[in-house]
């Protein structure tokens, strides 16, 4: 993820880079990608939210698969009956060498939902809650082919659904604001306070010098983070327009920073963003 912020965020600088020159610029010119910056830099002080639990949309499913095996045949059902040693329940295997996926797909659902119909006290109960009642087997099988397709498009969502929860387990909270601060200032660090002239080269390629971390006249810029952006496209060398041009806001500091070393470029980084 930081890396794909940064990459976007270097593509603005490119753009303003090739837009004008180190030589033209006035007051204010890199307002806009300053506040642009700066809106990123304050993303991991908002709220978010964990993505739901999916405990209910499993808990109806396993209603529908209930239903299914309550109108199925005992043959059919027996397949996920207990095997006499304790709890352990048959387990799939091919028919006359030949596999099923979907059987072998669903096949732990469906030993569920009879270990669950077992415990039913009084038997039954799934019928009666779902308020069917068959005067003929003929009826009970047409409605068990009704209910097929339901049960497949069902299944197919919360298949769905766990895959989804399952690949993003760790996109919490917690995470995603773990990341826009890495993003931000270099991994590890919380916020501006922590930054030092140490972490700024470790977290920006080791870059020693004011110009290997933001480029010449060429794509060759270190700057990985957020802060090192707003850095090199706010305060200028130290001998841009008498070393006090104001390329972001009025009230930044002059730019007394060499452009042959890093010396200052935690307290004029400190005092733009703050």
Known sequence: MPMETTQATITIIQLVASATSADALTAGD???????LCTLITLNR??????P???????????????????????????????????ARHTYKPQDGKEDGLHMKRWA???????????????????????LKFSTKSQRLQYLVSLQPLAEQAAAAV????????????????????ELKSA???AGIGNENQLTEANIKSSNDEATTRKNLCGDTT????????????????????????SNVKYCENTQADNNNPWTGQTGVKMATKDLIS
């Open 30 to 36: 890199h307002s806009h990608p300053f506040v642009y």
């Open 53 to 87: 639990k999916t405990q209910q949309e499993t808990e109806d499913y396993q209603q529908i698969q209930k239903l299914n095996a309550s109108l199925s045949s005992p043959q059919w059902r027996n397949k996920f009956g207990k095997t006499g040693k304790g709890d």
């Open 184 to 186: 931000a200032f270099g």
């Open 109 to 131: 659902r469906w030993t569920e939902a009879e270990a669950e119909l077992e415990k039913e006290n009084p038997p039954k109960q799934t019928l009666k809650a779902a308020q």
């Open 46 to 51: 908002h709220q978010f939210p964990d993505l």
């Open 159 to 178: 298949d769905e659904l766990l895959t989804v929860q399952e690949n993003s387990a760790k996109l919490t909270a917690t995470e995603l604001k773990k």
């Open 219 to 242: 794509a060759s810029a270190k700057a990985q983070t957020i802060v090192a952006f707003i850095y090199c496209i706010c305060a200028g060398k130290q001998t841009d327009g008498g």
